[in-house]
C-alpha cells in the first residue's frame, strides 16, 4: 500500500515550468489523502491566475497514477490559505538560491 511519504516524495518529480523548484518544496502541496487506491492532493499555484495550471494538475495526476495501487487521482485546487514565499521548504529555498 502507498503511503503518504511515498506521494510527496514522488510529487518531488513534478515542477512549476517556470521555477526550477518541486512543487512540494515550492510548498503548493498543503495535503495527501489515501483511501484505499484513490489519492488525492490538495495543492495550490503561486498565483491565482497562473496560466500553466492544466499543465501543473496534469503532471500532478499523471505522477500519481505511476505509484502502485493508485487507480485514482485527484487534485483539489485550493487559493485558501493563500501562497507566499514563507511556505517554500529549506531545500527549496537552496534550489531557488534564496539563502
Known amino acids: 500500500m502507498t503511503t503518504t511519504e511515498?506521494?510527496?516524495?514522488?510529487?518531488?518529480?513534478?515542477y512549476d515550468p517556470e521555477l526550477p523548484c518541486?512543487?512540494?518544496?515550492?510548498g503548493l502541496v498543503y495535503g495527501v489523502a489515501l483511501d484505499g487506491e484513490r489519492a488525492t492532493v490538495t495543492m495550490t499555484l503561486t498565483a491565482r491566475t497562473?496560466?500553466?495550471a492544466?499543465?501543473?494538475t496534469a503532471q500532478v495526476r499523471q505522477k500519481l497514477l505511476e505509484l502502485p495501487g493508485?487507480?485514482?487521482a485527484e487534485v483539489e485546487l485550493v487559493f485558501d490559505p493563500p501562497w507566499d514565499e514563507s511556505r517554500i521548504s529549506d531545500e527549496g529555498r537552496r534550489?531557488?538560491?534564496?539563502?
Do not use: F, G, H, T
Open 6 to 14: 511515498q506521494v510527496r516524495a514522488k510529487l518531488r518529480e513534478c
Open 22 to 26: 518541486n512543487i512540494v518544496d515550492l
Open 50 to 52: 497562473c496560466p500553466l
Open 54 to 56: 492544466r499543465q501543473i
Open 70 to 72: 493508485i487507480s485514482e
Open 95 to 99: 534550489q531557488l538560491r534564496l539563502r
